[in-house]
């Protein structure tokens, strides 16, 4: 009877953790520990990121540039990760070359190319690694928005095509393959059934957690939810004489963890550096600026003043719930408009008819409208909130019927047509159907990038007058 030889590898991942800071020194410590047991027990031991790991809502990460979170990967040890939608959505090429040259942890991206054809020597589609005899593939793929990837000089394919080919050949090198998946849940167990070979997919960018790994076919699927909530812990034991794989695994809680005092210092001090340089001054603000979610203010109004001057267009329109608080007089830095404004989120034109429009600005005056909650797709804030405009004047009547309170709407000073087609500058979270739903119905999209909401107010405030203009009113209530 022939003997079992075993090798036991441990895979420690996290994903979507979104620059949540103040779990990391958990994280750290959790991981570490593991790392310390397994060595203790002669066993390897790799630690991995699954992508959106960072997040330029979160200060540390827009005021370094990323760096805090290399940094406290670097600190904790990862050994890989691969590239989320925050990554490399809100990063341009070269921010990105300049935070993951020379990281000491390896960046997979396996359908992630340099548009120009350069090589990009910071990204690896694959590696391999080896304990006693078990060889492991490690490849690394994220979800494809073309077309934004595109405007930032990147080319990323499908996954699919890409996997189908790179897995068939890494079979013939590697008794086994792990996938860093940031595809989402649906993709993962896609993959595991259309895809032979696979022997693990670790996902992420979904936000689901899987408290064990589930099975799909041959596939062992894992992920540990979102926010830094969990540490996702799966040990593969590959039997050398059957040459058969086995799995198991599970998510251990982040919560009352104590914090590793290490990183807690390293976050500190990025924090700190992260602070000084958004504090330079943009301009001196005279007066308050305020918003309101539900009706129209001054902060709102500049907001879409700012769009409608970045772009060629002959309206605007943006939620009130992109300003999550209010600027006050004294000097106005980055800091602050970050502060307000934090979301990833950035301007696009498209051409929309007069009666889409219209239909859209009824629904702003809508209650349940303007408290509606939203989440993802880059929006940071609680609520919907109304809608504020630029280059628009709207007539109506505040104890009108709903949906029919809206008595005139003059665009550059003439009536709008409902079967007009207009040029309308807007944010990309529209075009998703988040949201005023019937602006998704836009055509002719451009899209604006790297740029975000508040880099495009920061600007326009350098403009005299701006501030004197965004008190004009454009909701003209009757009675």
């Avoid at 990460?61 to 590239?83: C, F, I, P, Q």
């Avoid at 190319?113 to 990204?123: L, M």
């Avoid at 408009?337 to 007069?354: R, V």
């Amino acid at each position: 009877m022939a003997v079992s030889r075993r090798t036991r590898v441990h895979l420690i991942h996290t994903n979507d953790i979104h620059s949540h800071f103040e779990v990391m020194p958990q994280i750290h410590r959790i991981v570490n520990d593991l790392k310390r047991e397994c060595h203790d027990q002669g066993e390897a031991c790799w630690i991995l990121d699954i992508g959106d790991h960072m997040d330029r809502s979160a200060i540390e990460t827009e005021g370094t540039g990323g760096m805090a979170n290399r940094h406290v990967l670097e600190t904790s040890g990862y050994d890989m990760m691969t590239l989320g939608n925050n990554e490399l959505l809100t990063f341009s090429k070269q921010e990105l070359n300049e935070l993951f040259q020379d990281a000491s942890f390896h960046v997979l991206a396996a359908n992630v190319t340099d548009a120009s054809g350069e090589e990009v020597d910071w990204i690896q589609q694959w590696i391999l690694r080896e304990q006693e005899g078990f060889c492991l593939a490690f490849i690394g793929v994220t979800i494809p928005f073309t077309e934004f990837y595109q405007l930032l000089g990147w080319t990323v394919e499908d996954p699919y095509h890409i996997l189908a080919r790179q897995v068939s050949r890494l079979r013939r090198e590697a008794d086994a393959v792990v996938v860093l998946s940031h595809l989402g849940y649906n993709h993962d167990r896609r993959l595991a059934a259309e895809i032979p070979g696979i022997d693990v997919i670790m996902g992420a960018h979904t936000h689901h957690l899987l408290e064990q790994p589930e099975r799909v076919g041959d596939t062992w699927i894992a992920a540990a939810g979102k926010f830094g909530s969990h540490v996702g812990h799966l040990m593969l034991d590959w039997d050398q004489v059957s040459r058969r794989l086995s799995v198991s695994g599970r998510t251990i809680p982040v919560v009352n963890i104590s914090p590793d005092k290490t990183v807690l210092r390293l976050i500190d001090e990025d924090r700190v550096k992260a602070e000084q340089r958004l504090s330079h001054p943009i301009i001196q603000l005279e007066h308050d600026l305020t918003i309101d979610w539900f009706g129209e203010s001054s902060l709102g109004n500049l907001l879409a003043d700012s769009l409608l001057s970045w772009v060629e267009a002959e309206c605007a329109l943006v939620n009130a719930g992109q300003i999550l608080g209010n600027l006050y007089a004294g000097a106005l830095t980055r800091g602050h408009i970050h502060q307000i404004c934090p979301h990833p989120i950035n301007p696009c034109t498209m051409t929309l008819p007069g009666e889409i429009i219209q239909k859209s600005l009824e629904e702003s005056l809508l209650q349940d409208v303007q408290h509606k909650e939203i989440r993802g797709f880059g929006f940071r804030g609680k609520q919907l909130g109304t809608m504020n405009v630029a280059g628009l004047d709207i007539v109506y009547d505040p104890n009108g019927v709903p949906t029919e309170r809206i008595r005139e709407i003059r665009i550059g000073g003439q009536p709008l047509k409902s079967e007009r087609l207009y040029r309308v500058a807007t944010i990309d979270m529209f075009t998703f159907g988040i949201g005023y739903e019937e602006i998704q119905q836009g055509t002719d999209l451009r899209f604006y990038l790297p740029e975000f909401l508040r880099d495009v107010m920061a600007q326009h405030l350098t403009i005299p007058g701006v501030l004197e203009r965004a008190q004009r009113r454009r909701w003209h209530p009757t009675g």
